[in-house]
């Protein structure tokens, strides 16, 4: 039964499809399981970048299937936008390359335009949202009123009453609360039936069967997470959190099968930590030397928003919760180039608690607020390294800090990253065991 997952273990954007798009090569199925189009995973391939939000990040390899299953909060305008972008680049040629689940919750604009309308409320009390209507379309699914993908091809009467019941509360909260003017229904409506033009060659209808069937008869299926660990709804740095399971868990629920399928659980991290968006975030360099050289080096600006993430030093109580919550079997290991040319890089080890040295990361907020690290220092080292394609080829330093981090955490590194593109990779273990 080869299948893996690919989880983001700190606080997204660790380069997640970056490590898709090179495992795809091997795979027959992609799958997205949670999140919508607040994901941006960067794929750079000969030179060219490709961002993707929805569209999961096998896609630039035509013989493999990508599937949108149940999970994700499918926001159709952008997905549309999406699919028409890529084929305008010459991918995406056949409609067997995406499969879309019918039971997807559907995201409209209004969701949109009440996750902008609570986070300007709030003021500096915001989460720091990518406005991209997650928080809203999943609280329309828990409190059964969403409209799923299936219902996009209903007659139009029969859409227009389910849009108006799914719609009325939030309308109402917009309106009245948010002072807010949202579109009128039949406006949305119109904009749906041509939407689902674009999207009715990938209807796929049940998803969950279609991997089933796949595993069942030996195809390699790779599941791709979106967001991080530590951005989870119910185990992340809530309420400073997204609003899905960003956990290997989640993709069992997000995508409908069984935990004894899958055999590989990758961990993706950088080699530093980055957040956007608010919440604590202990290992923070702020606008010192060594986080200014952080954001450059690795270019940290959000995929999705542009926002420019918060930059770190490595942050291993967070990881070791990582690795705990999602029972990883490996780590690869990103943007260690990134850290060429520092002359120190710090480690946090453990936090210090109020008078206690923990090395734990703290369950409630409120101690992870006040958590100080405590760091280990390395020796920084200046080769370039994107060139290397073994992990003996190191520079002495460079490979000390990985082994230091494989044997903290007691994980494998089974991928290190040394630069954006495809070829700019260490490979130590194979995905597909
Ligand atoms: P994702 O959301 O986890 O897929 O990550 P993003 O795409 O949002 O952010 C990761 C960024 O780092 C992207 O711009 C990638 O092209 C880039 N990237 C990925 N791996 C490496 C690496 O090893 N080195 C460098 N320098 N950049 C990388
Ligand atoms: P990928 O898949 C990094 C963050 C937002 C905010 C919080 C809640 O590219 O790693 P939301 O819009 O989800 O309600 O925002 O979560 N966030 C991400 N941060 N990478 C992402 O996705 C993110 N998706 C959401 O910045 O702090
Ligand atoms: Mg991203």
């Known amino acids: 039964m080869p299948a893996a997952i690919v989880v983001g273990a700190q606080w997204g954007d660790e380069g997640k499809g970056k490590v898709v798009d090179v495992f795809s090569s091997e795979a027959d199925y992609v799958v997205r399981y949670q999140g919508g189009a607040n994901a941006g995973h960067t794929l750079k391939v ?13 896609i630039l390899h035509p013989k493999v299937s990508c599937l949108i299953s149940s999970g994700v909060a499918m926001d159709v305008s952008a997905l549309c936008d999406e699919i028409q972008a890529l084929k305008k680049s010459g991918f995406l040629k056949y409609p067997h390359q995406l499969l879309l689940s019918d039971s997807a919750t559907l995201l409209f604009d209004y969701h949109k335009q009440l996750d902008q309308a609570r986070e300007q409320k709030a003021g500096h009390e915001k989460i720091g949202t990518t406005g991209k209507g997650i928080g809203p379309a999943y609280e329309s699914r828990a409190e059964r009123t969403a409209l799923i993908f299936a219902d996009l091809f209903e007659s139009p009467e029969v859409l227009k009453n389910k849009l108006v019941r799914s719609s009325q509360e939030k309308f109402f909260l917009l309106e009245n609360f948010y002072k807010q003017s949202p579109a009128p229904i ?25 991997i089933d069937q796949a595993l069942k008869e030996g195809k390699k299926v790779l599941f791709e997470g979106a967001q991080g660990s530590l951005l989870d709804l119910v185990h992340g740095t809530y309420p400073y959190v997204t609003s899905s399971s960003t956990l290997a868990g989640g993709a069992l629920t997000g995508a409908g099968l069984g935990p004894q399928n899958f055999n590989k659980i990758l961990a993706i991290a950088k080699a530093y930590t980055t957040r956007v968006g608010f919440g604590s975030f202990p290992t923070e360099c702020g606008e ?25 030093w490595l942050d291993l109580p967070a990881l070791r ?11 690869a290991l990103m943007k260690l180039d990134v850290l060429s040319g520092l002359d120190e890089i ?26 100080c690290p405590e760091y280990k220092v390395f020796k920084g080292w200046t080769e370039d390294l994107s060139s290397l394609k073994k992990k003996e080829e190191l520079p002495s330093q460079a490979l000390e800090y990985v082994n230091f981090i494989s044997q903290e955490l007691n994980i494998p590194v089974d991928v290190i990253s040394v630069g954006p593109s495809r070829k700019e990779t260490i490979w130590i273990n194979p995905i597909f065991s």
């Open 186 to 210: 039949e406006e949305l409506l119109d904009k749906l039936l041509q939407l689902r033009e674009i999207l009715r060659p990938y209807r796929c209808q049940n998803t969950s069967l279609v």
């Open 346 to 371: 710090k480690v946090c080890v453990s936090y210090k608690v109020g008078d206690k040295s923990v090395k734990e990361f703290p369950s409630l907020y409120s101690d992870l607020a006040r958590a």
């Open 321 to 331: 919760y990582a690795i705990r919550l999602n029972g990883f079997t490996g780590l």
């Open 46 to 58: 000969e030179g060219r970048e490709t961002i993707l939000h929805l569209v999961p990040s096998g």
């Open 288 to 312: 010192t030397k060594e986080g200014q050289y952080l954001q450059k080096q690795g270019r940290e600006f959000g995929a999705t928003t542009g926002r420019k993430r918060r930059c770190g």
